[in-house]
């Protein structure tokens, strides 16, 4: 994209008066040179392969090969049909569909990275489930997507999307400000608020480190989903309402930069530091890999 930071596209909106998924369906058709259309088309198979993947995890409880992971989905899906949940059915969908997704993923199943596997049901669970209870049409849902992948690509120019690299603030953090942002956008905020809720979600979530148990995309992961798909929905909310983030996008993703640098190597996907050593994790790691004492 020839926009590099957040300050430049709020710039290019307000001078086109245009909304953020214009000018990326654009930049994109430009690139590809293809038209508009072919890009929207694109990102409905997006679209759909993350409502499939809802559809196949609701649907499964199918352990993964650790046996740790697997039938939290549907454990919330029981609870649900004796006692709703206290936020409602906007939450009640938005977790299980999160944890869905997330599950599917760890059977191998076919997912979208948005923008990583291990983040994979931020996104999904914010867009279907609050489209299927609000009646959202497609068309905005398309522009929700496209505008939480115009987030997730202008953080990346600056900080790679990896918790190897920045921890999980870096995956379920900017995950949680992509679906922040396209929540914003189907619910018809305008470009500033849309980049608001982005903002209040990333720096509510700096710091968080990525510590998987035994090196797999499980534990603390799939649950982790859940969490920053409701955080999400805080952050739109309070955008949406006119809350603001005192400091810029921009610089949130620089600082985002900074405290993945500053971040010990312990804590970034190693599997050295953190929850992975606590005294249980070392327990599971014995026997999930055999080890001797």
């Not at 992971?69 to 029981?78: I, S």
């Not at 400000?177 to 470009?191: D, I």
């Not at 849309?194 to 649950?223: F, M």
Request: include cysteine; charged fraction near 25%.
């Amino acid at each position: 994209m020839g926009i590099f930071s957040f300050t430049e596209l709020a710039s290019a909106c307000r001078e086109q008066n245009k909304h953020i998924y214009e000018i990326a369906q654009e930049e994109e058709a430009r690139i590809a040179e293809v038209d508009t259309e072919t890009i929207r088309l694109r990102t409905l198979e997006n679209l759909t392969a993350m409502k499939d993947a809802i559809k196949n995890g609701l649907k499964s409880k199918e352990k993964s090969i650790s046996n740790w992971c697997g039938d939290d989905c549907a454990k919330l899906q029981t609870q649900y049909k004796k006692h709703s949940a206290i936020f409602g059915k906007v939450f009640e969908k938005i977790t299980e569909y999160a944890l869905a997704t997330a599950e599917e993923n760890l059977r191998m199943g076919r997912i979208v990275a948005c923008p990583t596997a291990g983040s994979c049901g931020i996104v999904p669970s914010v867009i279907v489930a609050v489209s299927e209870e609000l009646k959202i049409p497609e068309k905005k849902q398309i522009d929700g997507l496209l505008t939480a992948g115009t987030i997730g690509l202008l953080i990346s120019n600056k900080v790679q999307l990896a918790g190897a690299v920045a921890g999980c603030q870096a995956e379920c953090g900017v995950a949680s400000a992509m679906a922040a942002g396209a929540l914003t956008e189907m619910l018809g905020g305008g470009v500033n608020k849309v980049i608001q809720a982005s903002a209040l979600a990333l720096k509510n979530i700096l710091g968080l480190t990525c510590d998987p148990v035994c090196g797999l995309v499980e534990v603390p992961c799939i649950k982790r989903n859940a969490f920053l798909a409701v955080h999400a929905v805080t952050a739109s909310e309070l955008a949406r309402c006119g809350v603001e983030s005192k400091i810029p996008l921009d610089e949130i993703v620089d600082t985002l930069k900074i405290t993945g640098q500053l971040m010990s190597p312990m804590l970034k996907e190693t599997s050295q530091g953190g929850l992975a050593k606590t005294k249980t994790a070392m327990e599971l790691e014995k026997v999930i890999f055999r080890k001797k004492s």
